[in-house]
Every structure is written in C-alpha cells, then in structure tokens.
C-alpha cells in the first residue's frame, strides 16, 4: 500500500510583527482586550507588495530544504488559500515557476478557508496514493491582512499573514499503524452556515474583494463541536482514543477554541501545539505553521502519532491522522 510520507517543513512570516499595542493606535481596542479573548499577542502582516505567492514560495523553499530535496523533485504542488494574488491564474502556478519546478508539474488552488491545508493535503494523499505523483508540495499561504476591516475590533485583531509547507513523498512500506505516513483524512462541510463567517464580496457577485464578517460566538461554538467530533472520527477510525495521540496540531484560531477542544477531548494541554500568541489566525497557513515550528523546537518528533484539525468559513472543517 501507498502512503504519503511528511518528509519535510517549513514556514514563512513577513517580517512586519505587528502587536496587540501597535494594533490599539489603529483601532479601538487593546493588548488586555485582545489577550483576554483570544489569547493573542501578536500577529505578523504582510509588507507592501509582498503577495501570498511570495509567502508560500519562501515556505516551499523551506520545506523542501528541510526534505533535502530540490524543486526539480517535485512533480505536484496543491496550495490552499482565500487570499489568492489574482482571481486567475492559481497562485499554485506562480510558486511553481518561482521554485523553478520541472514544466508541466500540475499545480493549482484549495479554497476552503481556515481548512483548507486539510483538504489540500486529502487531496495530495489521494493523488500520491493514486500513482499520480510522487513527489507533493502541500501550502497554505495567506495573505488575511488584506481582507481586513480595519473599523471592526471584533475582527481585525484575530488574523495575521503567514505561510506554511510540507513535502509529501510516497512510501511503499509495509506495516500498520505503527508506520509512518497519513493514515486518513477526513472533510467535512455545511454550507447552511456560510453566513456566520464569510467575506462580503467576489468577482460573481460585487465584482470586488469584500472584508470579513463574523459571528464570534456562534463559530466558536460550532468549532468546539466539530472538531471534537472530527478528531474522534479520525481516531475511532483505527481504533484509538485520543489518549494515544502524542500531539494535536490544531488550527490556531483562538486560544479559547484551543482549551475548549482539548477539554472535550480530554488531551493534556500541554499535547496540545499552540502558536496564536504569536501568530494570530493564519487561516489556511495556520496548521503548516504549526507544524514547522513545533517540528523545529523539536516538539514533534519522528515516530509521533499526531492529529491535525481545523475549521473555517462554509463551513468547513477536516482532520487527519498522522505518524511522523
């Protein structure tokens, strides 16, 4: 049997840190305000000029670094974002020519919001699983900033911009669980409530880019839920419990979502990969980053058993069950 192996990590932060002090001289709000609610101190925002395809291609050069790996190895690149450089072409094309990968590499887009790193990597480890690639580049790169209201506190204080990589290979070895490489992926979506979190705007119905609206504590509620219950289906599916995870990587969206899932799960906290603080909510990039950083503090170790969730706007929500 074919699995999809993580063989390599990277992520990417502007250099522009923006704190909770810097955001109070914009808008009504402050560092007690934002820490209390969220958890978050800090966020990263991207520079002038500088677009998510330029954050992504710095976490793909990074990850394949981390592989040792070169972009002439790559033969698939799946990108997940919301905040594509253009409506057309996909930004997974313009990181393929900047990584200088072989002509005719498939490339192309994952939109599903804050999971879409989840459904990009179901989509690669099927596609590797498949004989379709061997090789897979899976991103999520966001550049949130940019779709901000800068007039809404309840908002605009939550994102920040950032990208994040991992390197798929494929691997023919024999064994259970006990073997590395993604066990399952899976997805799941409602779009009965597209309307708690959304952007108001796209090229079909305004012809522009909108900002963010959100329903904070509904989608807190329906994300504690969900996640619960897609961990546990991810789990229950090989027979585990959450007791037998090392870690859950989580889509850091709010330290409170965070805590709340961990304590439906039952999961010591401290197996719990925490990075809001200091990035914010990076949608898409916000699971990849994670998992770089927590891979280079060396939290995350090979031969871990770990979970990735998340949630976002639709919604949509996934998790997939991981041996390092």
Same mark, same amino acid.
């Given at each position: 049997?074919?699995?999809?192996?993580?063989?390599?990590?990277?992520?990417?932060?502007?250099?522009n840190?923006?704190?909770?002090?810097?955001?109070?001289?914009?808008?009504?709000?402050?560092?007690?305000?934002?820490?209390?609610?969220?958890?978050?101190?800090?966020?990263?925002?991207?520079?002038?000029?500088? /677009? $998510?395809?330029?954050?992504? $291609? =710095?976490?793909?050069?990074? =990850?394949?670094?981390?592989?040792?790996?070169?972009?002439?190895?790559?033969?698939?690149?799946?990108?997940? !974002?919301?905040?594509?450089?253009?409506t057309?072409p996909?930004?997974?094309?313009?990181?393929?020519?900047?990584?200088?990968?072989?002509?005719?590499?498939?490339?192309?887009?994952?939109?599903?919001?804050?999971?879409?790193?989840?459904?990009?990597?179901?989509?690669?480890?099927?596609?590797?699983?498949?004989?379709?690639?061997?090789?897979?580049l899976?991103?999520?790169?966001? !550049?949130?900033?940019?779709?901000?209201?800068? +007039?809404?506190?309840?908002?605009?204080?939550?994102?920040?911009?950032?990208a994040?990589?991992?390197?798929?290979?494929?691997?023919e070895?024999?064994?259970?669980?006990?073997?590395?490489?993604?066990?399952?992926?899976h997805?799941?979506?409602?779009?009965?409530?597209?309307?708690?979190?959304?952007?108001?705007?796209?090229?079909?119905s !305004?012809?522009?880019?909108?900002?963010?609206?959100?329903?904070?504590?509904?989608?807190?509620?329906?994300?504690?839920? +969900?996640?619960? =219950?897609?961990?546990?289906? =991810?789990?229950?599916?090989?027979?585990? $419990?959450?007791?037998?995870?090392?870690?859950?990587?989580?889509?850091?969206?709010?330290?409170?979502?965070?805590?709340? !899932?961990?304590?439906k799960?039952?999961?010591?906290?401290?197996?719990?990969?925490?990075?809001?603080?200091?990035?914010?909510?990076?949608?898409?990039?916000?699971v990849?980053?994670?998992?770089?950083v927590?891979?280079?503090?060396?939290?995350?170790?090979?031969?871990?058993?770990?979970?990735?969730?998340?949630?976002?706007?639709?919604?949509?929500?996934?998790?997939? /069950?991981?041996?390092?």
């Amino acid at each position: 049997m074919v699995r999809s192996v993580l063989a390599g990590f990277g992520g990417y932060l502007p250099a522009n840190r923006v704190t909770n002090d810097d955001l109070a001289r914009r808008v009504e709000t402050s560092d007690a305000w934002i820490r209390e609610r969220t958890g978050i101190e800090a966020r990263h925002f991207a520079a002038e000029g500088e /677009l $998510t395809s330029d954050l992504a $291609t =710095a976490a793909a050069r990074a =990850a394949l670094a981390d592989a040792g790996l070169d972009a002439q190895a790559v033969d698939l690149i799946v990108l997940a !974002t919301a905040t594509p450089d253009q409506t057309f072409p996909a930004t997974a094309v313009r990181v393929q020519a900047a990584l200088g990968c072989r002509p005719g590499t498939p490339a192309f887009d994952v939109q599903a919001v804050c999971s879409g790193f989840l459904y990009a990597l179901g989509v690669a480890d099927s596609m590797v699983k498949a004989g379709l690639a061997r090789t897979a580049l899976v991103i999520g790169a966001e !550049t949130f900033s940019r779709i901000l209201d800068f +007039n809404d506190r309840t908002t605009c204080v939550l994102f920040g911009d950032g990208a994040g990589a991992v390197v798929l290979q494929a691997s023919e070895a024999e064994g259970g669980l006990e073997v590395p490489g993604i066990h399952s992926v899976h997805l799941h979506a409602d779009g009965r409530h597209q309307g708690l979190l959304y952007v108001d705007g796209g090229p079909s119905s !305004t012809r522009t880019v909108g900002v963010v609206h959100m329903q904070g504590r509904e989608v807190f509620r329906h994300a504690v839920n +969900n996640l619960h =219950a897609v961990v546990v289906e =991810a789990l229950a599916a090989h027979g585990l $419990t959450p007791a037998d995870l090392d870690w859950l990587v989580p889509h850091q969206a709010n330290q409170r979502i965070l805590d709340g !899932t961990a304590r439906k799960l039952e999961i010591d906290p401290a197996r719990v990969v925490s990075t809001v603080a200091q990035h914010a909510n990076t949608s898409a990039a916000s699971v990849p980053l994670a998992l770089s950083v927590a891979r280079a503090d060396g939290r995350l170790k090979r031969g871990d058993l770990i979970a990735l969730e998340a949630l976002g706007g639709g919604f949509t929500w996934g998790a997939a /069950l991981v041996r390092l």
